[in-house]
């Protein structure tokens, strides 16, 4: 998780961010919940890089199509 610095964080909320956060990151945290057979049943869509701590919007399939 990102414990660090948050000065140069921002708000890209909004338009779904694909797979990389605009600092190079692929890793992000995101809040989840699990269905009865363990896989994620849902996932909220503002997540936050891990790397710079920026908030950004999860993309979903549809937004890969």
Known sequence: ???GDYSKAMDLRGTPIG???ICGCE????LVA???DKEIAFYFL???CVNCG???T???P???E
Not at 27 to 30: E, G, I, N
């Open 34 to 36: 699990f269905g009865e």
């Open 46 to 48: 503002d997540g936050e």
């Open 58 to 60: 999860l993309p979903t």
């Open 27 to 30: 890793v992000f945290l995101a």
């Open 62 to 64: 549809v937004d890969m």
């Open 54 to 56: 920026s908030l950004i």
């Open 19 to 21: 797979t990389m956060c």
């Open 1 to 3: 998780m990102h414990h």
